[in-house]
């Protein structure tokens, strides 16, 4: 029985020595464990904040894309508004220009105008200085008349 038990008693050691390795590995791997657990947590904050970040910059982009819409309307506004305004200008110059031709044209005809006014002003001054010339010829005559007739009687 010695035996057996000395057997035992081996085999007990045997066993709580097990027991103490086993425990052993287990708080290595119970610490090991908490490090994964911490590491997964970090892990899963870190996607958190680059889910947001991420998110944030989507919805900065969305912002973005619709600013550059609203200054491409406005680029598309004022490109078609200057391009109006040039064809306006262009009208206007070309109107301008036949006013301007249109205007020397009535000016020549007007110079033309103010020399045959004053053509026929100098013309109408020697019409009405030999009218009244002849109207004192008449009336020096028609007294001679008279006074030859006044003789005759």
């Known amino acids: 029985m010695n035996d057996e038990h000395e057997s035992r008693k081996v085999q007990v050691e045997r066993l709580e020595k097990n027991v103490v390795r086993a425990q052993e590995e287990l708080s290595r791997l119970t610490v090991t464990v908490k490090q994964i657990a911490d590491y997964n947590q970090q892990v899963k904050s870190e996607i958190a904040v680059t889910r947001r970040t991420t998110?944030?910059?989507e919805e900065n982009i969305g912002l973005q894309e619709a600013e550059k819409k609203k200054q491409d309307y406005l680029?598309?506004?004022?490109t078609?508004?200057?391009k109006k305004i040039n064809e306006q200008v262009a009208i206007l110059q070309t109107q301008f220009l036949a006013q301007?031709?249109?205007t020397k044209a009535a000016r020549d005809i007007l110079k033309e105008a103010f020399v045959e006014m004053d053509s026929i002003i100098i013309s109408k001054k020697n019409?009405?200085?030999?009218w009244q010339k002849s109207l004192?010829?008449?009336?020096r005559r028609d007294k001679a008349l008279q006074v030859a007739r006044d003789a005759l009687k």
């Not at 019409?127 to 030999?130: A, D, F, Q, S």
């Open 127 to 130: 019409l009405v200085e030999r």
């Open 55 to 57: 998110y944030r910059a």
């Open 80 to 82: 078609e508004q200057k």
């Open 100 to 102: 301007t031709e249109e």
């Open 75 to 78: 680029i598309d506004h004022l």
């Open 136 to 139: 004192l010829e008449m009336q």
